[in-house]
């Protein structure tokens, strides 16, 4: 029977994940191993759990179903959440670690000297790492339901409830190890049972898979805009994503935050590979998905469907192990960094308690959110966290990194103008209120093609119109974004 | 009408009147204290503004720059046509006019600097056209010392500006007394860096060359690896640049310290170190765990003890590190460690730990002092939490 | 055991002199224009990917572009930045050091 394989690959996992993050801490009773452990994340390591926590359920569901319903040309997705590195390498990485933030309320602060612009980035962050939230969560409660039947709402209360006990009950020591761990897990998940569904598809004679228009799914009804959209949300919003910024803080500096951005980038370019070959092994093994809705579980079902018996069971539960995974990882990830956000600029005073409470706090409205809204494709609801990230936070990181007549009231318009218009028009699109067909919808839909010009100009132009504001230590913090490790530390060791 | 009705409406009368007293004197008090206030007080929240305008200036010393930008409030304080303030050798400021006044002043305040008590002089001027022909010289005097002197000028002489002369002065004088109260506490801050850094050496150098020494005949390779960690140990503790520096670096050097002190104490001493690599980066006051740990050690052999266990944890918490440095050793009374930790253990005893715990909380707030627990004959742990961002804090 | 000497063009930069900011300047500049060729060359080739797509009418052509093609030219540009990157950043050092050995 398979839902007892699955369900005990599902608790393998959940189980893997406390064990690693509570025991995964280096720990050495010699002096002579003391070293190894109190030396820094070297790229590769560090890559490996940037990358294991990024790679979403959106990544691991999600892709494969949209382009077993609309087509190659949702391809852009994967191009795009991989793009998005480049980006923040060529722009971010580097300077962003000397900068020494935590969070970007951290680097707003400590860039432009402001307050005011520090709470507001806050709310911006939280407000995006909800809403990426919420398919994470949305994600595991189908994955459950499809593999053990069990209501949809159990998947998401369960998601949330092992991040807070994991969290919460000082569990999550060390992440860097379970992220680790999760990307290995999610790529074999998805790399083994492909190379077995890729025989078995071999040895049916090859069957020609086809996308004929006809079959595909129009998604919108302006499809070129919707692509442009998709590439300004996904390229320019990875920077500003919060468990992404906090990851750089592992790398001890600016040279090694580049260094590992670069292996991120070959890391999850082999794993977005795999993702389309579901996508077409769907369109042939399971084509009723094409217009019956939860598309995002064709990754789960072929197994069964194209191998069967025993094999297929198996395999099966190791893709809804890599699923869990990918919803743990990603979920404890954007909880612990909405959490450490709400404990130091929401909640009154610190302590170990308060970020305890932050993290319940961080999960449960997602989880709400989740359980209200209808369900929207994981990789849709995904794609309008990175328009607002890409509208608010890309803005504020480049102009703050590379422009020194950066003003707080300038930082302040752009967020407001492009971050909140952005999630205004997710906000009007999730409701419903304004319905495809038309432009309306399809420029509410995707928004990142106006959004983010409009942050930039308002920042830009509001900037030189207040160039009395600009920040007393904007050199200061130039140059110790952009200065070399060689130069700054004074010593070579 | 009878004698009856007179008598009532006298009664009548005086009623009225008594009521009419009465209501007017409570419907008059408040007059005193109107919402919007009197001219008395009007003038007392002037003087109070003006002289907290003064007082920023004033709090940076006694010099040209601050006596420039405190001499304008002072002279409205006072209401005078001219105010001038000196240092013992030179005229730090005139304000107002006749500046001409000037070239006489050092040797009509000699006096006033070499006694500290106010004087009252006319101001010998050629000028007949020149208002100011009276001056009041008072001192400024902190600890006893005379610094210099305020000279308050008024075309005749006054009672009230020599009172108020007097009143400004020992105002500034309180003023400046605090400047140099801030500036001897950053320096004791700083000596005592300075103290903790010379304090390793004494008899930490001589037991770690001690030890080394010994292993030179028995192990050379062993003596001159302890000797290159020496080397480096050193180096980090008397580096001269920054306050800040990375948990890594500081783990680093406690790991060289430890070296070297177990080169003396061999299997007596075990460490165990548990590290969440993400923390590593996280900047920290220079030499803040060090002396937690060297406290640790000293705890942990102190007595009859014969083997000890250290374990230090560096755990992630959100937006914070958790350092934690554990010793099951003799510990302490909770009492004694209570005073220690008010300042008033002594010279010997502690003065790591105060040292930390009062540099943790000035640069991270009152929020982030050392949570130490610990008992007789429970050992000790000590618990330190570190932001992962404050700004300012900046690792080098 | 002193740190090493701190060299004197480095204490310009430090103490944020105008000497010290133009020399932060140039090296933003060359920065920025090695972020700027990585990023026109990505925007030119994905700003015009959809139309050909479109004119193309390919599927297969799509599959194989954005499923397989992309990922190691932008591992390749990736690389070839941090490799510029981290020569300006080698060359701004030497400027600045071999200023003190004079």
Known sequence: MSRTYAVAAVAAVVLATVLVGGFGLRISRTTSDFYVASRTVRPRLNAAAISGEYLSAASFLGIAGLVLVHGPDML?????????????????????RRSGAYTLPDFAEGRLESRQVRRLVSVLVVGAGWLYLVPQLQGAGLTLKILTGAPGWLGDVLVASVVVLAVAAGGMRSITFVQVF??????????????????????????????????????????????????????????????????????????????????????????????????????????????????????????????????????????????????????SGLTMAVAGVITQDVLPSRGVRHFRLATVLAISVPLAGSLIVSRV????????????????????????????????????????????????????????????????????????????????????????????????????????????????????? | MTGAGYAVIVLLALLLFGGGLLTGRRTARPVRTSDVGTPVEHATFETLHTASLAAPPLRAGLTEESARRASRRLRSLLGTDALC????????????????????????????????????????????????????????????RVLGTLIAYAPRESAVLARAAGEVARWVCVQLELAELDRSRTQLIEAEIRALRAQISPHFIFNSLAAIASFVRTDPEQARELLLEFADFTRYSFRSHGDFTTLADELHSIDQYLALVRARFGERLSVTLQVAPEVLPVALPFLCLQPLVENAVKHGLEGAVTSSRITISALDAGSEAEVVIEDDGTGMDPERLRHILRGEGGKSTGIGLLNVDERLRQVYGDDYGLVIETGIGAGMRITVRLPKYRAGVHGS | MRPLPRYRTQSEIDEQTALGGAYVRSLMRSQLRAGLTAFTGLAVVVGTLPLVFEALHSSAVVWGVLGFAAYPPLTLLAWWYVRRAERNERDFARLVEGRSAQ
């Open chain 2, 85 to 144: 303030l000196t240092d013992r050798d030179r005229i730090l400021v005139w304000d107002g006019e006749g500046d001409h006044h000037g070239r006489h002043i050092m040797d009509q305040v000699q006096g006033v600097l070499a006694t500290g008590r106010d004087t009252a002089f006319r101001s010998e001027c050629d000028d007949l056209d020149c208002p100011l022909r009276w001056a009041v010289a008072v001192p400024l005097t902190v600890d006893h």
């Open chain 1, 182 to 331: 999760q990307y290995w897990l999610k790529l074999t998940a998805l790399l083994v049972p492909a190379i077995f569904l890729v025989l078995a598809w071999q040895g049916d004679g090859r069957p020609r898979v086809t996308f004929d228009e006809q079959l595909s799914v129009f998604r919108a009804d302006h499809p070129l805009y919707a692509t442009y959209g998709l590439i300004v949300a996904t390229f320019l919003g990875t920077m500003g994503l919060p468990h992404v910024v906090v990851r750089f803080y592992t790398s001890p500096n600016g040279r090694d935050a580049r260094r590992t951005t670069v292996a991120v980038l070959a890391l999850i370019g082999v794993f977005y590979l795999l993702p389309p070959v579901y996508g077409a092994l769907g369109r042939l093994y399971a084509p009723e998905l094409i217009h019956g809705g939860d598309a995002d579980a064709a990754v789960l079902l072929l197994p069964a469907r194209v191998i069967g018996g025993l094999g297929g069971d198996l395999l099966g539960a190791l893709i809804a192990g890599g699923a869990f995974a990918a919803f743990l990882s990603t979920a």
């Open chain 1, 377 to 493: 494709p994981v990789a849709d609801s995904v794609g309008m966290a990175f328009a607002v990230s890409a509208s608010s936070f890309c803005p504020l990181l480049v102009l703050g990194i590379w422009w020194r007549r950066l003003t707080p009231p300038g930082a302040v318009a752009g967020l407001v103008l492009g971050g909140g218009s952005a999630l205004l028009s997710v906000a009007i699109t999730v409701s419903g209120a304004v319905r495809p067909p038309g432009w309306p919808h399809a420029l509410l839909a995707w928004p990142a093609v106006w959004s983010v010009p409009v942050g930039f100009l308002a920042m830009i132009l509001v900037s030189l119109a207040t160039p009395g504001r600009i920040p007393a230590g904007t050199n200061a913090a130039m140059t110790r974004f952009h200065l070399p490790e060689a130069l700054t530390t004074g010593r070579h060791r």
């Open chain 1, 76 to 96: 852009w997705y994967p191009v795009g959440y991989t793009a998005g590195y480049l980006v923040l390498l060529v722009f971010v990485a580097a300077p962003l």
